[in-house]
C-alpha cells in the first residue's frame, strides 16, 4: 500500500520539516500490523514528495482476536486485500509515524505548518464503497480537485466488471495538518471497514480530527456512520456532539456579526445574547417541554432551547419567509441530526391572527416582536396569544423607552429600529401587561434585562405571565 504526498511550495524540502522525516533518509517503523516505511522519491526545491509505504503483515492478520475484516466471508483470512489498499490501517499508520505533522505541529517551521500550501496525495489503490461518486461527495466541499481512475475486477475478464478499488489523486491548497485529518477519517469511511474494534474511543479519535471541519460537512451524517460502523448508540451520540460544537461555532460567527453592526444600530454589544440567555433561563424554570418561540427571526433562541434536553419539542414561528429561511440555515437544519429534528419545527405564520397550531404549549417566547405590531394588530395579538393559544407560560420582552437617552448616536425622538411602530416607558409597559393578565387570568412579574441605571432602568423589559390555575397549582 502506497500513499505519497507532494508539494511545490517553495521550497519543497520543506515537507521534510513538516513531516518530521529527512527527505534524504529511508525510515522504517514498527506498527502492530506489520511495517510502515517513509522515503522520498524526489526533494527537489521545486517538488518533493514524500512516500509511505506500508507492508502489512498478511499471515499475522489472519491470528489477530478480534476485529477480523471479512467475518462473513469463510475464505477471508487466505483472501483478502487488506495488505493491498489503503484502508483503517493507513490511518494508524499516519496517527503513528506522522503525529506531530497530524496535530499541526513543527518544531523547525510552526510558521509553515500554519499555513495553507498546494498538496497532492495519491492513494494507489483506494476502495470506495459507494465508488466514485462517494469520493467527490466526500473530498470535493472540503476543496479537493481530484482525479479517479476505477480498476477492472480482473484485467483479464473483462466481463466481470468493475471492482471498487481506485488510483486517486487528491489536489488541494491547505495545511498539511487538515489534509492529514482528512486522509485519517475518510480513508476508513470510504473503505467502510475497520480492522479493530469500534468502541466509545473511536468517537473522541473522530470529533478529534473531525474538530475543524466535520460539523459544517454536508455528508456529516454518512461520515459519522459509517466511521463508527453503523452502530446506532455510538453515531447518536457522535452526531448530537458535532451538532453541539455547531451551533457553537454559528454562535461565535453570528455573534462577531450583531458586535460589528452595534454602532449602526445603537445597541448595547453583547445585549442580545444576555438577552436570549436570561429568557433560556427562564423557559427552564417555568418546567415546560414543549416550547414555542413566537417571532424567532433567525433562530437565535431557538438554538440555545436545542441545546436544552429539557425542552422536548420547540416551535419556531415567524411572519417572514426570508427569516426563517435564515434560521433554518443558521441552524443546519438539514444537516440536524434525526433526533433533533425531531425536536423542532419551523413554520410562517402570523400573530395577528388565531392559529391553531399554537395551542397546547407549555410556553412561548415572544422576543422583541411587539414593538412590531401597529396598535390595533398588538389588540388582535393579545387574543391570540392569551386567549386562543393560552400557554401555561409566556415570557416577553420589549425595548425600555426610556433607555434610549444613554444610545449617542440615537436622535431624540427616534426609535431603535427604524421597524418599531412604537416603543415604551416601564410604565407604560406595566400597565399594558398588567390589563392583560387581569383580563386572561395570568399573573406577571417583571425583570430588567441588561446594564441597569436608577434614573432609566434598563435597555430591555421583561415580562414573565404564568396562567393562574397554574400558579395556585404550584404554590
Ligand atoms: N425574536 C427574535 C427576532 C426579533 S425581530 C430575536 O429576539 O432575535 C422581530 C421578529 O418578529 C421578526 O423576525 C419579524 O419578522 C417578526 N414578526 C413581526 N411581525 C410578526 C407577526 N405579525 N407575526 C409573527 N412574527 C412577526
Known sequence: MLLTISTTYSPATDLGY????????????????????????????????AALLLDVDAVGLTRRPHGRFGENFALAPYVSDRPYVASSFLSVAIAQVFSSALSGKSKERPQLAETAIPL?????????????QLLRRLFEPLGYKISAERHAL?????????????????????RLSELLTHLYVLIPVLDD?????????????????????????????????????NLR??????????????LQQTDETIQAEEEAQVEARNVIPGLNEVRLQRVTEVLKQCGGKRVLDLGCGEGKLLRKLLREKQFEEIVGMDVSHRAL????????????????????????GSLNYRDNRLVGYDAAAVIEVIEHFDLPRLTAFERVLFEFACP????LTTPNIEYNVKFENLQAGHFRHKDHRFEWTRDEFHSWATRISERFGYAVVFHPI???????GAPTQMAVFTQESQEEKTV
Open 193 to 229: 471497514e475497520k480492522h479493530y474494534w469500534v468502541d466509545d474511543a473511536e468517537i473522541e479519535k473522530l470529533l478529534k480530527h473531525g474538530k475543524n471541519w466535520l460539523a459544517a460537512h454536508p455528508e456529516q451524517e454518512s461520515i459519522v456512520r459509517r466511521y463508527l460502523k
Open 450 to 456: 441588561g446594564p441597569t441605571t436608577e434614573d432609566v
Open 392 to 395: 401555561r407560560t409566556v415570557v
Open 233 to 246: 448508540p455510538l453515531t447518536d451520540q457522535a452526531l448530537a456532539r458535532l451538532c453541539d460544537t455547531d
Open 154 to 174: 480482473d484485467a483479464q475478464f473483462p466481463d466481470w466488471g468493475e471492482s471498487r478499488y481506485f488510483t486517486v489523486t487528491l489536489q488541494n491548497t491547505c
Open 120 to 132: 497532492e496525495v495519491k492513494l494507489s489503490t483506494l476502495p470506495c464503497r459507494g465508488g466514485e
Open 325 to 348: 429561511k435564515t434560521a433554518q440555515e443558521r441552524l443546519h437544519y438539514e444537516r440536524l441530526p434525526e433526533r433533533q429534528k425531531e425536536r423542532l419545527r419551523l413554520f410562517q
Open 18 to 49: 513538516l513531516l518530521h522525516k529527512h527527505p534524504e533518509r529511508i525510515q522504517s517503523f514498527d506498527l502492530t500490523f506489520g511495517q510502515a516505511h517513509v522515503f522520498y522519491p524526489e526533494a527537489r526545491d521545486e517538488r518533493c514528495t
